[in-house]
């Protein structure tokens, strides 16, 4: 399911007390009750206070500098409001992945360009001192260009998803927007004629 | 502009205003106006000027002790009581249970009850940092909801406000060297009009750049990226400012100026921002997108796209490249890892060739302006010393190739486009020469008035320049006596235009 998916990839959702006790504590070992511990939040190291509304955003990732966020699911969920928090919660997984991977290949790449350039010049990775030895500039601008020519395709694919994926949520939020102004103006016609 | 925050660090000058070096990475319009920068250990300070953003902090940002203004988010700390409460609670409750073993009996148990002691107290400490840390971590979580009173703040930054008054300042350039007198509610309209566009511009950059932004050092505190702001609401914002910005480029100023903001826009998030992550072209595009404004500056004084307005498009378009070249050679690690296509990654030795061509292009530019009849003969001459400086610089970024001639490149090119335009400014050639005066016409159309409908000249004589094309509603222009002669019978009028003798 969507669900557990989304707790592989670190977003998570929450739900008020009175719904899901029942629909959490079935739905899988992982999840325990609403009131008490939450899985996905003590993964994420956070639990946002019961009485809110509305979602939370927290800290960047260590490995793909995305802020997590933590979605609100209201009692009385439309299927067209589920469809936006699902799409929400499958691309936040889809570029943490994405970036967590990169960012980390990143990283990985530039130690192994630097220890075999330093071993080529002939110097060890940390000198006397300790300190970890670097390359200047000039040297690791031959790094960037590799990496970057290498990950080009990478990135083109991504690009297109992610402006697929943005439009798509965008266009879903202005949908639920119109159905939510439409419902409270029906509601304020329902007031003024009581 | 209002003056510097009251805290700002002491290092600071009033009433003058800087902005972040790390800024200026994007598709940067030059500003005019640059007063000072101080360089705090590789960083300048920003202020923020504007009123509304109401209560600040100092924060320690990075562990280095620059000051930076951030505004204070203040429903962060409910919430946490609870937390807090908690945390209290269970401190306590391990303290009660490292505290019985110690009163029982002291019977061979004993060992074991040290033991047991020992255990829980380790666990007090342990419950005590992790619970220390989760709450530093809670806080910096934060609810997704837009307060009122931070959203102009967030609107501000989400369009790019300073960018947008460069972009602006260098639109009002155009409007001012244009050979036309001046006109203040013209100039206005324009302004205004160009600064909504820009606005509008960069909210749909923002919009389509969330994840990139987020991994890039200059750009990780964009609204967006944290959150501040849905993006449902930043592509109204850029609806909102873009849809009255272009029709009031095209109603209150003309339409060729309107067409050319709306083209700009265009350029700007449909081509350039999604070709950065796609090919070295973005480059030259993005010089394009920075050399239509003082374009449209000219039309909406003028009305017309005649050469010195291609000629200082051209000006700011071969800025670009020794400004944005030199920037982005420090940048070089964060656009690889961020998968932009960028010439000082894929291509250093053209990113510096090009840098070099067009400081030399600008001595060239220069050169023509008094040929078009924009400056006189001083122009060149006054802004020979300035322009051989940058190409000077240029050639030793082209040579020397590492982070201290780019910074020099980029340094001067921040002072050197301001001084251009002003010295460009000082030198326009005055609109008419002083002549003898034959008649003045009055065009009373409440609209613009077509430029066939004005008067044609007697045939065989050339029209003067400043009329073709030039003709807006209640404008006075002078004919010198010369060019038409004293009897204006052979001239076709508009219906609407009244001749005064002089």
């Given at each position: 399911?969507?669900?557990?998916r989304?707790?592989?990839?670190g977003?998570c959702?929450?739900?008020r ?13 992982g ?8 899985p996905d ?44 928090r ?8 889809s570029?943490?992945r994405?970036w ?10 530039k ?31 031959d ?52 | ?5 009251s ?44 009123n ?48 019985s ?11 074991r ?17 992790p619970?220390?840390?989760?709450s ?8 997704m ?6 959203l102009p ?6 369009s ?7 972009v ?13 007198p ?11 009009g160009?600064g ?12 389509f750049?969330?994840?990139?932004d ?15 702001i ?28 309107g ?6 826009i265009f ?5 350039y ?9 973005n ?28 000629l200082l ?16 050679w ?29 400081c ?43 982070r ?24 326009k ?14 065009c009373?159309?409440?609209g ?29 222009w ?13 001239w ?11």
């Amino acid at each position: 399911m969507a669900a557990a998916r989304v707790l592989q990839a670190g977003g998570c959702y929450r739900r008020r007390p009175l719904s899901s006790a029942s629909s959490s504590a079935s739905s899988g070992s992982g999840r325990a009750a609403e009131r008490g511990e939450r899985p996905d939040s003590v993964g994420l190291g956070f639990r946002p206070p019961a009485h809110s509304h509305s979602d939370w955003i927290g800290p960047p990732d260590r490995h793909s500098n995305l802020r997590p966020v933590i979605f609100y699911v209201p009692p009385e969920e439309s299927a067209l409001e589920r469809r936006l928090r699902e799409a929400r919660q499958e691309a936040q997984a889809s570029n943490q992945r994405f970036w967590a991977r990169h960012n980390r290949a990143f990283r990985q790449e530039k130690e192994e360009f630097i220890y075999s350039r330093l071993k080529a010049k002939g110097l060890e990775m940390r000198d006397e001192s300790g300190q970890k030895a670097t390359l200047n500039a000039e040297e690791m601008a031959d790094f960037y260009k590799d990496f970057l020519s290498k990950n080009l395709k990478k990135h083109l694919q991504y690009n297109r998803d992610w402006y697929k994926r943005n439009f798509r949520i965008t266009f879903l939020m202005g949908q639920v927007a119109l159905v939510r102004a439409l419902r409270w103006l029906r509601r304020r016609k329902k007031n003024v004629e009581q | 502009m209002s003056a510097a925050r009251s805290c700002r660090p002491p290092r600071a000058l009033a009433g003058l205003f800087v902005w972040h070096l790390r800024n200026t990475g994007a598709r940067q319009i030059p500003c005019r106006f640059v007063h000072l920068h101080h360089v705090a250990s590789n960083r300048l300070i920003t202020f923020q000027y504007f009123n509304f953003l109401k209560r600040m902090y100092v924060t320690q940002c990075n562990k280095d002790l620059s000051q930076r203004a951030k505004p204070k988010s203040d429903s962060v700390v409910s919430p946490f009581h609870e937390l807090q409460q908690l945390d209290q609670e269970k401190k306590f409750v391990n303290k009660i249970s490292s505290v019985s073993p110690v009163h029982q009996s002291w019977s061979e148990m004993s060992s074991r009850k040290e033991l047991r002691e020992i255990k829980s107290a380790a666990e007090t400490e342990d419950s005590v940092i992790p619970v220390g840390a989760e709450s530093k971590e809670d806080r910096q979580w934060k609810e997704m909801k837009l307060r009122l009173h931070d959203l102009p703040g967030i609107l501000a930054r989400l369009s790019k406000i300073k960018l947008t008054a460069l972009v602006v300042s260098t639109a009002s350039a155009g409007f001012a060297m244009a050979p036309v007198p001046f006109e203040i509610t013209c100039f206005l309209l324009a302004s205004l009009g160009t600064g909504l566009a820009s606005c509008a511009a960069n909210s749909i950059n923002q919009f389509f750049e969330v994840p990139f932004d987020s991994n890039m050092n200059r750009t990780k505190n964009r609204p967006l990226v944290r959150g501040q702001i849905s993006p449902l609401l930043a592509v109204c914002f850029a609806a909102s400012c873009g849809i009255p910005g272009i029709a009031l480029l095209t109603l209150g100023v003309n339409p060729l100026t309107g067409a050319l903001g709306a083209f700009n826009i265009f350029l700007y998030t449909c081509c350039y921002t999604p070709l950065k992550r796609m090919s070295i072209a973005n480059t030259w595009v993005g010089a394009v997108v920075g050399a239509i404004p003082p374009v449209m500056g000219w039309t909406a004084a003028t009305g017309s796209l005649d050469a010195g307005a291609l000629l200082l498009g051209g000006i700011l378009y071969s800025w670009q490249f020794p400004h944005f070249n030199a920037l982005s050679w420090g940048l070089r690690e964060d656009y690889s890892r961020g998968g932009y296509c960028m010439m000082s990654v894929t291509h250093p030795g053209l990113c510096r060739r090009v840098a070099l061509r067009h400081c030399l292009a600008l001595i060239g530019l220069s050169a023509v302006a008094p040929v078009l009849n924009i400056t006189t003969w001083t122009f060149p001459v006054i802004s020979l010393p300035i322009n051989l400086y940058i190409s000077y610089l240029g050639f030793r970024f082209y040579r020397d190739a590492d982070r201290s001639s780019s910074r020099k490149l980029f340094f001067c090119s921040l002072w050197h486009l301001p001084m251009l335009l002003l010295v460009m400014f000082t030198c326009k050639k005055s609109l008419v020469e002083k002549e003898d005066k034959g008649w003045q016409g009055v065009c009373a159309l409440p609209g613009r008035c077509h430029p066939a409908l004005h008067p044609a000249l007697l045939p065989g004589a050339a029209s003067p320049a400043f009329l073709q094309g030039r003709i807006a509603p209640g404008r006075v222009w002078e004919v010198p006596v010369a060019e038409v002669g004293s009897d204006p019978s052979g001239w076709k009028k508009c219906s609407r235009t009244s001749y005064l003798q002089t």
